[in-house]
């Protein structure tokens, strides 16, 4: 069973920039598609960005152009770089594999994940 440690977060600045990572145990997730959630107090978790198993990459509105997702095969690992990041950004972040049964294609709905990380939390404040 693949179990997913996600790390990276932390308090930036109005403008700053801050990569989160999620490493996995128990598994490769090279077959996976990855994608990474993030969920503000009292709203739904919504996706973000999506890395398919051959590394095609999804990003959603909001964070087109200032988040890009990558994939470190050595090292197992799934990074979202975040820049020129705002307040709005502010939000626990989850990365998760997308169900096997989706053949490593990208999906982005919570509905459609099989293993969840624990998350960590992004403060973006002056």
């Known amino acids: 069973q693949v179990q997913l440690v996600d790390s990276g977060g932390g308090l930036v600045q109005p403008g700053g920039s801050l990569r989160l990572s999620c490493a996995a145990s128990?598994?490769?997730?090279?077959?996976?598609?990855i994608i990474w959630f993030r969920q503000a107090l009292g709203k739904e978790r919504d996706g973000l960005s999506c890395?398919?198993?051959?590394?095609?990459?999804y990003y959603s509105d909001g964070v087109r152009g200032r988040f890009a997702i990558s994939r470190d095969h050595t090292k197992n690992t799934v990074n979202l770089d975040m820049n020129t990041l705002k307040p709005e950004d502010t939000a626990a972040y989850y990365c998760?594999?997308?169900?096997?049964?989706?053949?490593?294609?990208?999906?982005?709905?919570?509905?459609?994940?099989?293993?969840w990380g624990q998350g960590t939390q992004v403060t973006v404040s002056s």
């Open positions: 998760a594999t997308v169900r096997p049964s989706y053949g490593g294609f990208c999906r982005m709905s919570p509905r459609d994940v099989g293993y």
């Open positions: 128990g598994g490769t997730l090279n077959y996976y598609a």
């Open positions: 890395i398919s198993s051959r590394d095609n990459t």
